[in-house]
């Protein structure tokens, strides 16, 4: 069974840093690229980030190039988003998923929540 | 960045048929932006209900179809049930972005 376990997620000041774990389980994680979505509170669904199932592709939006990074650890099957310089509109649920570029995305977690706020 | 957009709100009679659409700031969305389609339900997290434009998964209840309609992508639910209250989501591929619909919020009434 195919699992996706998102954690890292707290209150944060603006100008500070975090960083998201997923953790996978029941598939060959090193064969999927993964992806990372996030929604603001009543707010809809914003693509974060991208990264190849070898990890040497990244993809990023405007909004949070330069600030986030995705990377990912094949051994441990984990992916993480590294947020540096945290905005107020960075507040949100973030959510892992299997997929990305040439994959389809197809399996979500839970989702893990970042607050930003003095 | 492009802009993707979608009806923010539909209501669809039960046993009923509607179509969700998706367009595209750039033209007309073709099998090349590799539409998805997704749903979600209060506290929950997404759940991938087509992929490609109309390809399914074992878990997509088959009163679900998506198709390409005039120059936007579309979600069909044929047999509307109350269980399908809920928002959806489309999203787009563009080279090396991907940008989400608004999202529409379908009422079963």
Redesign the interface.
């Known amino acids: 069974e195919v699992q996706l376990v998102e954690s890292g997620g707290g209150l944060i000041q603006p100008g500070g840093s975090l960083r998201l774990s997923c953790a996978a389980s029941g598939f060959t994680f090193s064969s999927f690229p993964m992806t990372w979505v996030r929604q603001a509170p009543g707010k809809g669904l914003e693509w974060v980030s991208d990264i190849s199932g070898s990890g040497g592709n990244t993809y990023y939006p405007d909004s949070v190039k330069g600030r986030f990074t995705i990377s990912r650890d094949n051994s441990k099957d984990t992916v993480f988003l590294q947020m540096n310089i945290l905005r107020a509109e960075d507040t949100a649920v973030y959510y892992c998923a299997r997929g990305g570029f040439g994959v389809p995305t197809d399996y979500w977690g839970q989702g893990t929540l970042v607050t930003v706020s003095s | 960045?492009a802009a993707v957009t979608q009806e923010p709100s539909l209501t669809v009679s039960p046993g009923g048929t509607v179509t969700l659409t998706c367009g595209s700031s750039t033209g007309a969305v073709t099998s090349g932006h590799y539409p998805?389609w997704?749903q979600?339900k209060p506290g929950q997290?997404?759940?991938?209900l087509i992929?490609?434009t109309s390809?399914k998964?074992f878990w997509t209840p088959a009163r679900f179809s998506g198709s390409l309609l005039g120059g936007k992508a579309a979600l069909t639910l044929s047999g509307a049930q109350p269980e399908d209250e809920a928002?959806y989501?489309c999203?787009l591929?563009y080279n090396?972005?991907?940008?989400?619909?608004?999202?529409t919020k379908l009422t079963v009434l």
């Open positions: 960045q998805f997704f979600q997290a997404p759940r991938t992929y490609d390809n998964y928002e989501y999203l591929s090396v972005a991907r940008v989400f619909g608004g999202g």
